[in-house]
């Protein structure tokens, strides 16, 4: 008996199966190769793990689309490997029955935890819900009568126990019994992994919270990102948060609404790097579009003020000119204590007497040179010259005074260099001190180019420091910059300098926020 029903399943259609598989492709790169079992499907080779992800998803559900229903004639696709996978090796000896398989037929997709293949087979329901992680896709229907098919009912007596109080009339059938209705639980509202409690009051309350759950849910199905909507909704998620903690007392609801007014404000400040869009008190709304920055981030602004303000703290030399020149010089080596420099890079500057300036620093010791002031001074770009900075030359005792990368340290001299280079600065011939002014400005000011942090304006006696000049010429370092289009209304009172940067000069600022 069971020996012919193992040989009736084995005369079955076998089950299909469609494997994609992600490999990595050739050494040292981030391409990927993406193959599928399928002799007709060609192999794919995309730049990176994320892309290659989405291929191979978006390849196996092209199949499932393209396939038709699972058939009710088959068994189980897996049944050729002895379902491996949801039969663990017990070691023991096998049983006597040759089909472990029930229930209809279904067209179930694995995927690998690692997301290195993603499989859709053909199998049984006992197996696929057996089978760690499996999803059904499609059920096919189970085989039966069709409705021209059916027998006709028996007639009363035939068959039927039949009463002498309850007569049935002839030719009438049975009525079918009714199923027992099935009850289901509605649903749980949640947001962020928390259940939204049913009697939760006030109602708008649980009603904000469901909106809000089924907003971010919504969100996460995007093919795009909006840092500006993720924003809001972070900042609704906040205040619903803190209401919710106060309602029901959880310090854990408060600590998640504090934890969500700072992704709101992340998200929010990465939004305005990405779209150039500044927010101010004019602006509340931040609809007025601002160029893009030389240096586009937090980090890059902190390391140029940084920067600064080591300068204005360990200058070897007084007075503008050198202040100026070690500012560019220390931006220059800020990587590893020395870089490459032409006499261009000095001659720009608008120094008096650029090459004296260059043997002071190399007599005190702060700046070392293969040969004399004089080869600086006539290097060209196709032979620049080797400088070192000793105090920026980082040592296995003590760290690197500034954490700047090989590829942000060009950056920040290079808008360092442009700024101080200002086209119409030269054809002023402003001198050293208005061109450091300039730059100090450039990282004392508001996105919309007002100076100081929210527009207040700048103290002088930090000017004075940072420029190396006396408080009494910075009327003049003013009245420079407004000639050369860089500055507007500037007003200077016995304690500050206030005044706004022209829109020309706002791709060189570093905002404070």
């Given at each position: ?404 990368g090989r590829k942000l340290r060009p950056k920040l001299s290079g ?15 402003a001198t050293a001190g208005t061109r450091l002014l300039a730059l ?74």
């Amino acid at each position: 008996m069971t020996q012919a029903a193992g040989i009736e399943l084995d005369e079955r259609m076998p089950g299909r199966r469609w494997t994609v598989r992600l490999d990595a492709f050739g050494r040292g790169s981030a391409a990927v190769r993406v193959s599928c079992s399928r002799p007709a499907c060609a192999e794919q080779r995309l730049p990176s793990a994320a892309a290659g992800r989405a291929a191979a998803i978006a390849h196996l559900g092209a199949h499932l689309r393209a396939a038709a229903a699972p058939r009710a004639g088959a068994y189980c696709a897996c049944r050729a490997e002895g379902c491996h996978s949801h039969l663990p090796d017990t070691g023991r000896p096998a049983r006597d029955e040759t089909w472990r398989c029930g229930g209809p037929i279904v067209l179930a997709v694995v995927t690998d935890r690692a997301g290195r293949w993603w499989q859709a087979l053909e199998c049984c329901s006992r197996c696929a819900a057996a089978t760690p992680g499996a999803k059904t896709a499609a059920t096919s229907r189970a085989p039966g009568p069709q409705p021209s098919e059916r027998p006709a009912p028996a007639a009363p007596g035939a068959g039927t126990p039949q009463f002498s109080d309850r007569q049935v009339a002839a030719g009438a059938g049975l009525p079918a019994p009714r199923s027992a209705p099935v009850r289901r639980r509605p649903p749980q509202a949640k947001i962020a992994q928390r259940v939204i409690p049913r009697d939760l009051r006030p109602v708008a309350l649980r009603d904000e919270l469901i909106e809000l759950g089924d907003l971010f849910r919504a969100y996460q199905q995007r093919d795009q990102p909006d840092l500006g909507l993720l924003a809001d909704l972070h900042t609704r998620k906040a205040g619903a948060f803190a209401a919710w903690a106060e309602a029901t007392g959880d310090t854990g609801l408060r600590l998640d609404a504090q934890r969500a007014e700072q992704a709101a404000t992340a998200a929010r400040l990465q939004h305005l790097q990405r779209t150039g869009l500044a927010t101010s008190s004019t602006d509340p709304d931040g609809s007025t579009p601002a160029v893009a920055r030389l240096l586009n981030g937090p980090i890059q602004w902190d390391h140029a003020r940084a920067a600064l303000a080591h300068v204005a703290d360990t200058a070897p030399l007084p007075g503008p000119e050198a202040r100026l020149l070690v500012v560019m010089l220390t931006l220059r080596t800020a990587h590893t204590g020395s870089g490459n420099l032409v006499g261009q890079d000095l001659t720009g500057l608008g120094l008096s007497k650029p090459e004296a300036l260059v043997t002071q620093l190399a007599d005190v010791g702060w700046l070392r040179l293969p040969g004399t002031p004089a080869d600086l001074l006539a290097s060209r770009p196709e032979n620049p010259t080797p400088i070192t900075v000793p105090s920026l030359v980082p040592d296995a005792d003590a760290p690197a005074l500034f954490t700047v990368g090989r590829k942000l340290r060009p950056k920040l001299s290079g808008w360092a260099q442009r700024t101080v280079s200002d086209k119409k600065l030269r054809k002023s011939k402003a001198t050293a001190g208005t061109r450091l002014l300039a730059l100090v400005l450039t990282t004392q000011s508001c996105a919309d180019g007002r100076l100081g942090a929210s527009g207040q304006g700048i103290g002088l006696d930090h000017l004075s420091s940072w420029c190396a000049t006396d408080p009494d010429e910075l009327p003049h370092l003013a009245d420079q910059l407004t000639a050369a289009d860089w500055l507007v209304e500037p007003a200077l009172t016995p304690t500050r300098l206030t005044g706004r940067l022209t829109e020309r000069v706002l791709p060189l600022t570093c905002p404070l926020i």
